[in-house]
């Protein structure tokens, strides 16, 4: 059974993705098309560095092929936000990436990008889950003989309208003039050349660790958590740099070390980036979180009398919120965020560029801007735990949690509990404790939030024995 979650389908690599599902998965899409009369534009499809993506590509496109669609092919490979941005500047209908973005190495996946380049919602993913299971044949093409008749087309300079859109959207002046230097630790992934040629042509130093291509992404996972930054910290304080930035696989997700080797988390990032577009650039407008994202984004909202929307995980419904209430930017505590004008998914190649340029305006450090943040906002601690758990036991989480509405004995008073995504408890302090199912992954993720990080882990102990997993 092929399902996709709230990144698209996602599969270890030899068990579900294979080369006869992954065409599944394409033939699904043929008949998509079909059916909403969508065949008259091309489909592009990009994929990142990690085992199986350009081969899975070379699948997906002989696929789409024989069934009568035209495909854009890259011939190199590239982050999730280049399709996004070409789906929506070229107004196609669909875009195709190849990739498992932040999973472990052993998984690979096939995103779907809609109209306006955005993520496909659930009832696209859910449809097209009818239609894979419908599909009796298997039907496709040389890759090759696709090529030269020119019903696959080698998609020329693919990086030209997405480096110009992101540079004309930055105060470069700003930039030129502080020069700031930065490490870039790629993770492996395909989000390293689009931010060196913007910093390059910003004539910022941008040095690169890991760079090169690595299918085990060098024994750690693609994500740029405190905890897989460690030589990055290290580095950027033996030379000096300004800051460090890391991407994961397929360049929608940021994690920042600033000068002194601290870990910037996301969710410092969001309240950084927002806070300087509203002060600083004078932009209005409120900001979009996800249910497991800093409450911080709220006061600050609440201090420019604006007004933080929640909504359910699943960058699709940041972005499409963003465009319902105009807000400034959206994001997520995983690493994701977009910014108004820009793409309607994540773009950590934008991201980070506008960090850098926050950093040369303002003239202080990542950590002496929190700081004052935090004086300002109060001090949010946000930890989190994945909990494995056998298939039998998701059922009876399930039923405890959603339908019993049972819930662990708290020392906190509890405000309300929300259950639009999972089960969400909102104390009356401020803080709160989520526990939701992944969309990716064999997971329950539980996220907490206090004013320091015992009253946080407590919360989430508290999950633990109450679940007993």
Known sequence: MINFGTGGWRAVIGEDFICENIRRVASGIVKLAQEQNKTDKPIIIGYDRRFLSESAARWVAETLVEGGLQVWFLNRSAPTPLIMHTVKDRELYFGIEITASHNPSNYNGIKLIVDEGRDAPLEITGHLEELIAEVKELKYCSFETAVADGRIVYLQNPFNKFLDDIIDLLDMKALRERGVRVLFDTMHGSGAYPLQVIFHTARCTIDTINLNKDAYFGGMMPAPTEKTL???????????????????????????????????????????????????????????????????????????????????????????????????????????????????GKDSVYAASLFAEMISVIGKTASEIMNELEEQFGHFEMVEDN???????????????????????????????????????????????????????????????????????GYIAAFHSFLKI
């Open 387 to 457: 909990l494995r758990f056998v298939p039998e036991q998701k059922a009876e989480i399930l039923k405890l949690i959603m339908e019993d509405k049972k819930l662990p004995v708290f020392e906190a008073e509890i405000d309300h509990v929300g259950y639009e995504d999972g089960c969400k408890v909102y104390f009356k302090d401020g803080s709160f404790v989520s526990c939701r199912f992944s969309g990716t992954e064999p997971l329950l993720r539980i996220f907490a939030e206090a004013g320091d990080k015992k009253t946080a882990q």
């Open 230 to 344: 460690n030589t990055l910290q290290d580095q950027v304080i033996l030379g000096n740099y300004d800051f460090g930035i890391a991407m994961d696989g397929d360049g929608d997700r940021l994690g920042i070390i600033d000068k002194c080797g601290r870990y910037i988390s996301a969710n410092e990032i969001l309240c950084m980036l927002y806070y300087y577009l509203v002060k600083y650039k004078g932009w209005k407008g409120p900001v979009v979180r996800n249910l497991s994202t800093t409450h911080m984004l709220d006061r600050i909202a609440e201090s420019f009398g604006e007004k933080c929307y929640e909504v359910p995980v699943g960058f699709k419904y940041i972005s499409s919120k963003i465009d319902e209430v105009d807000a400034v930017l959206g994001g997520e505590s995983s690493g994701g965020l977009t910014v108004r004008g820009h793409i309607h």
